[in-house]
């Protein structure tokens, strides 16, 4: 992977001189680079990693678009003898440089013109290749496998946490190199809790079950949340499962990269409201997906950013009534100016096991 010029383009907008990256998945989107330890310098004319010598080997065969550095100590020390750093602004990602970490750039390279900025490449990054596309394509087919090899484990006396244990073996047994999130699966009244963690609460018959999960393949995030019926649910259940079903059918109908994020989420939660379920659908509609599991654009509400061409973000409409139930059904889709992609293929029809 090298975006490099990408971010030179930046640097030139941005009338600066050059951009230091210390967040890894910038870095990796940046040059390839996938180690634990970097620091990416980019300046008008060139590029320069730093790492540690644990990485010599990986680092050259991973990067491209840029020079590796392997450091003896520090990578700010070494990026301080290099003799690389540019004369002028250099930017730095604000959300990603602690307090701890400036003083110790003004300790090593001096008092030099630093130019924080909050949200770098977010825009950038959230327009995902051809190739980007098609490892998260592949990340979901593993976790869309999962799905449906995790359904004869569904059943009363089961707990939670096994499920969760299960899930992951799965993935990882299919070629995911690690769960892009702790799986989420929250019986009864559990399912309320959008973020619930796995308990040791056994499923019970007529419990509806959150399935939120799913696994990195390649540095790429998958994410899907299925619900499902352990034998036959209340009316009260059925009734909350179509009106998400709905809003997430209508939402997913209705999603291009000709709209903002909310417009969007007002196609989901307009439904959500007029259904008497308003109050309980507490989050946004969806996130951006990439090398990391949230990324910008948040499809929200409460914010009015415009959609793009093959952006990922996922839909994922839900109703959470405290104490009760919940309902979650989400998909990745890939943004196009007709309509969108999505890219799982799991039935959401409500399955009563």
Not at 15 to 26: F, K, P
Not at 159 to 188: C, N, W
Not at 214 to 223: I, K, M, P, T
């Amino acid at each position: 992977m090298n975006n490099i010029k990408k971010i030179q383009a930046l640097i030139t907008a941005e009338d600066a001189a050059g951009v230091l990256l210390s967040a890894l998945t910038c870095i990796r989107w940046g040059c390839g680079f996938t180690g634990s330890n970097g620091l990416l310098l980019v300046t008008l004319d060139e590029a320069h990693l730093f790492t540690d010598a644990r990485y010599t080997t990986q680092s050259r065969e991973e990067v491209t678009g840029a020079t590796v550095h392997i450091a003896p100590g520090q990578l700010i020390d070494s990026l301080n003898t290099s003799g690389c750093m540019p004369d002028g602004e250099v930017i730095l990602q604000a959300e990603h440089v602690s307090i701890a970490q400036h003083a110790q750039l003004l300790k090593r390279l001096g008092e030099r013109n630093w130019l924080p900025k909050s949200r770098l490449l977010e825009a950038q990054m959230a327009v995902k290749s051809p190739a980007e596309i098609n490892f998260i394509r592949k990340a979901q087919e593993i976790t869309d496998a999962v799905f449906e090899e995790i359904l004869s484990v569904l059943k009363p006396g089961t707990t939670e946490r096994e499920i969760a244990a299960e899930i992951t073996y799965q993935h990882l047994q299919r070629g995911a190199t690690k769960m892009s999130f702790d799986p989420i699966v929250a019986s009864g009244p559990n399912g309320a809790l959008p973020h619930a963690r796995p308990s040791d609460r056994k499923l019970q018959l007529g419990d509806l079950v959150v399935l939120d999960f799913g696994c990195f393949y390649n540095g790429y995030a998958s994410d899907m949340t299925r619900t499902v019926a352990i034998g036959n649910p209340s009316e009260k259940a059925r009734e909350v499962y179509h009106v998400v079903k709905t809003a997430q059918q209508n939402a997913l109908d209705a999603a291009s990269s000709q709209m903002t994020t909310k417009t969007l989420d007002s196609v989901a939660r307009g439904i959500i409201e007029e259904a008497g379920y308003g109050s309980y659908f507490n989050h946004s509609l969806g996130h951006g997906v990439g090398l990391d599991i949230h990324e910008w654009p948040r499809v929200s509400w409460q914010v009015d950013d415009p959609l793009a061409e093959n952006m990922v973000i996922t839909i994922e409409p839900g109703v959470y009534i405290p104490g009760e139930l919940g309902v979650r059904i989400e998909d990745m889709v890939v943004l196009k100016p007709d309509g969108c992609e999505v890219l799982g293929h799991t039935p959401k029809s409500l399955l009563i096991l």
